[in-house]
C-alpha cells in the first residue's frame, strides 16, 4: 500500500506562483513514477507531469512546460511541483498519483488533492 498526501495549495494572484508537495509513505518507491495531475471545475481530470524516483520526467505537457517543474527529493520521499506564472485557467484541485514503472502500468495509488486558485 502506498499512502500519497499533497500539500501547498491556495489562493495566490495571476503570475504568481506556488510549489506543491506529495509526500509518500508505505513502500519503497524506487520503482514508481509519480505524477500530477488536476482537475478543473466541470472538467476532466488532466495530465500534467510526472517522474521516477532516477530523477527522469517521464511525460510533460509541452503547454506546462515552461510554467510547471516537477522534482523529487529521495530522503524526503517527496515529489514537487514548482508552478509559475500562474493564470486563472490554472485553478483546480491538483492531485499526486503513483504507478508502476512498467510499461502499460495505471496510476493506482492517489492522494486527496489540494486545491490552486488563480484570481485574475
Known amino acids: 500500500q502506498v499512502q500519497l498526501v499533497e500539500s501547498g495549495g491556495g489562493l495566490v494572484q495571476a503570475g504568481g506562483s506556488l510549489r506543491l508537495s506529495c509526500a509518500a509513505s508505505?513502500?519503497?518507491?524506487?520503482?514508481?513514477?509519480i505524477g500530477w495531475f488536476r482537475q478543473a471545475p466541470w472538467k476532466e481530470r488532466e495530465f500534467v507531469c510526472a517522474i521516477t524516483w532516477s530523477g527522469t520526467i517521464v511525460h510533460s505537457e509541452e503547454s506546462l512546460k515552461g510554467r510547471f517543474t516537477i522534482s523529487r527529493d529521495d530522503a524526503k520521499n517527496t515529489v514537487y511541483l514548482q508552478m509559475n506564472s500562474l493564470k486563472p485557467e490554472d485553478t483546480a484541485v491538483y492531485y499526486c498519483?503513483?504507478?508502476?514503472?512498467?510499461?502499460?502500468?495505471?496510476?493506482?495509488?492517489w492522494g486527496q488533492g489540494t486545491q490552486v486558485s488563480v484570481s485574475s
Open positions: 498519483a503513483a504507478r508502476y514503472n512498467s510499461p502499460g502500468a495505471k496510476y493506482v495509488y
Open positions: 508505505g513502500r519503497t518507491f524506487s520503482s514508481f513514477i
